[in-house]
T-cell receptor, first 112, second 114 residues
Framework: DGGITQSPKYLFRKEGQNVTLSCEQN?????MYWYRQDPGQGLRLIYY???????QKGDIAEGYSVSREKKESFPLTVTSAQKNPTAFYLC???????????FGPGTRLTVL | AQSVTQPDIHITVSEGASLELRCNYS??????LFWYVQSPGQGLQLLLK??????LVQGIKGFEAEFKRSQSSFNLRKPSVHWSDAAEYFC????????????FGAGTQVVVTP
């Protein structure tokens, strides 16, 4: 089955630590995205990538970093510079930018 | 500035009753429009989308939505709600003059009572 996988489902981090969230897709999509979701808010765009080896900052990129070395993979690192990292993180992909986005199941990050 | 507004934060509906969720957008051009549904702790699932053509769009799970250009709205409807429809619903627009960036509403939480 084609789809998007995110791991882990739950992640706990101590303050001051970096942590990397995994996102893999086998849909052969060119574009991939990372969103942050907080209670009572919509989704906010962190980073997006239109193609391998290229990515752009979204609306709330500070304290986050990404890489896109393979078409299938778009990992997100939450660095210690992110002041309030506890949130639900969603990865998405689309055939191309502007087209329908399909979402993974999400990773819930909690900073202890 | 572009924005997507879902005026109802929370809606309670009886099982079997009809449901309508409102979505309004502020955008100069005609965007691409989407409705997604999210169950607790899960990702978003696409219900339906509008790009062009017929302004009444049919989606999965018995949902439909109507695009009204004059009102800048894209309301979601279901004639008869099932208990499994309890979830959070998000309206989204793709900004066609800005690389297709998605802008999401804040969501509407739907509770279904027996």
């Amino acid at each position: 089955d084609g789809g998007i996988t995110q791991s882990p489902k739950y992640l706990f981090r101590k303050e001051g630590q970096n942590v990397t969230l995994s996102c893999e897709q086998n849909l052969n999509h060119d574009a991939m995205y990372w969103y942050r979701q907080d209670p009572g808010q919509g989704l906010r765009l962190i980073y997006y990538s239109q193609i391998v080896n290229d990515f752009q900052k979204g609306d709330i990129a500070e304290g986050y970093s990404v890489s896109r070395e393979k078409k299938e993979s778009f990992p997100l690192t939450v660095t210690s510079a992110q002041k309030n990292p506890t949130a639900f993180y969603l990865c998405a992909s689309s055939i191309e930018q502007g087209d329908t986005q399909y979402f993974g199941p999400g990773t819930r990050l909690t900073v202890l | 500035a572009q924005s997507v507004t879902q005026p109802d934060i929370h809606i309670t509906v009886s099982e079997g009753a009809s449901l309508e969720l409102r979505c309004n957008y502020s955008y100069g051009a005609t965007p691409y429009l989407f409705w997604y549904v999210q169950s607790p702790g899960q990702g978003l699932q696409l219900l339906l989308k509008y790009f062009s053509g017929d302004t009444l769009v049919q989606g999965i799970k018995g949902f439909e939505a109507e695009f009204k250009r004059s009102q800048s709205s894209f309301n979601l409807r279901k004639p008869s709600v099932h208990w499994s429809d309890a979830a959070e619903y998000f309206c989204a627009v793709a900004l066609t003059d800005s690389w297709g960036k998605f802008q999401f509403g804040a969501g509407t939480q739907v509770v279904v009572t027996p």
